[in-house]
């Protein structure tokens, strides 16, 4: 069961018949052990190491996400699933949206080595000025030099939303 507003999936509880009976225990008795073990409680609460959650059904591995917009769309998502927030454990309805892979990177977080604290702005030490560029699907699509740092800035944060629209990231 998905919870829209809180992002949060429970297990729902399980029939008899989705289990194997085995020496010793009926179907019956590892279906009530099951749902008295899990039936809801909150379902795919690991986190992957990177930030987002996942868990098992039936030993299948999914990312809860995924599972959060199928269940809410009733569709398996063709697409990436993008965190519009770019926080990957917040599963709510309003910041899950499909996008292609080069979408889904445009919405990345500026990289933690970026030393002009300007997503597309760096320092060339070569040419001594402020280099604005912006990329998609690693192909440049706008460059530019300034002496100023306030004009790269400007110059990146217009070409960014005009390039990457609705999944420009600024930060």
């Not at 039936?58 to 990436?80: C, D, K, N, Q």
């Amino acid at each position: 069961r998905y919870d829209p507003d809180t992002g949060q999936l429970f297990w729902v509880p399980r029939t008899h018949d989705m289990f194997s009976a085995t020496l010793g225990r009926t179907s019956q008795h590892s279906c009530s052990n099951w749902n008295s073990r899990y039936a809801g409680h909150e379902a795919f609460t690991s986190d992957n190491g990177d930030g987002y959650k996942q868990g098992r059904i039936f030993g299948a591995a999914f990312f809860a996400h995924r599972v959060a917009y199928a269940l809410a769309t009733g569709f398996w998502p063709s697409h990436e699933i993008d965190h519009i927030d770019g926080d990957r454990s917040n599963n709510r309805l309003p910041n899950l949206r499909l996008a292609s892979r080069s979408e889904n990177q445009c919405n990345t977080r500026m990289p933690k080595n970026n030393n002009s604290g300007v997503k597309g702005v760096s320092w060339s030490s070569k040419d001594k000025r402020w280099v604005a560029q912006i990329a998609i699907s690693g192909r440049r699509v706008a460059y530019k030099c300034f002496a100023d740092f306030d004009q790269a800035k400007q110059y990146a944060d217009t070409e960014r939303m005009r390039a990457h629209k609705e999944f420009a990231r600024f930060e």
